[in-house]
């Protein structure tokens, strides 16, 4: 059974999830205010530039004088740094919270204990590690990109009972650019709700070629995240939807090439080019990127182990032939199902 002080904890994990997709750079915190065992505040991350979920949660407090005997409880701790918005670690202390609960420790250098040492020496009582691995796991993307220098990478591909990710095929026209659906409409309907949390989503050309895919959330309503193509020749033409300018693309070649609706990001092919695209999109402030394919891709992240997080959706279906699915070396964390089809999710050790 969760203690008051966790129970308190997840509601602010609760809130935090409304808003990690526009929160971008920075991580979705989540803050819940208490007095007297009973919430009076509360608030997540606001969209990039504006108020944190402390200052959200402080403000939303109808009776201020009720802040001096309340407690705090913050998913991530309190920042200690300048940036678009004042330290969140000062505006506590001024607006003399007692009491604050503290999901887990921000590894990021600009706050690094600096939060939590400012609320000590203001002679806050300040408890760290309530319902820590939930928090962790809900900064993951934050810490990923801070820690490592690279995105959270998450790669994701349906399959057939047999094996297949897809029907050998050859695509002549923009017409016979098309999915081969594995996956049912409730696995559609979790892939975009997971486009809709990832900062970005990554595919190759082939897929590309023989899909056309848009790569947007149009089965979720969620915010789209930002496309990134392989072409290294620039062989996707640009009657395909990711030249549609509808979302923020980016386009990693070899050519020179400039288009409006479209951000060229030129890469050297001869080398590696994995931890290059990495190196960029941390340089865009890109904090996760999806990867849906196609097969080479898929197996390249699998080979150079560079992935965080894995989905593998399996149909009914059996191909007998065609496109044989990557192979993960370990066993899912969880399975389960959705509808008539079988999700399963791998995570690692962040």
Known sequence: MLSSHEIFMQRAVSLAKKGTRLAYPNPCVGAVIVCDGKIIG?????????SHAEVNAINSVADESLLSKATLYVTLEPCAHYGKTPPCANLIEAKNIPKIYIG???TFAAVAGKG???LLKAGREVHVGILEEECIDLHKRFFTYHNKKRPYVLIKWAET?????DKER?????EEAKPTWISNELSKQRVHQIRAIEHAILVGTNTALKDNPTLTTRSYGGVSPVRILIDKNLRVPKTYHLYNGEVRTIIFTEQEASNEAVQFAKIDFSKNILPQIMEVL????IQSVLVEGGKQLLDSFIEQDLWDEAFVFVGNDKFEKGVKAPVLE???NETYAL???TVKHYTKEI
Not at 42 to 50: D, I, P, Q, V
Not at 282 to 285: A, D, I, L, P, S
């Open 116 to 118: 939590i040492e400012i």
């Open 170 to 174: 050859e695509i002549n026209s923009l």
């Open 330 to 332: 370990v066993k899912p």
């Open 42 to 50: 509360e608030g997540y991350t606001s969209a990039y530039g504006g």
């Open 161 to 165: 009972q047999d094996g297949f990710i």
């Open 339 to 341: 509808g008539t089809n």
């Open 282 to 285: 941390y340089q865009e402030k």
């Open 104 to 106: 887990c420790v921000d």
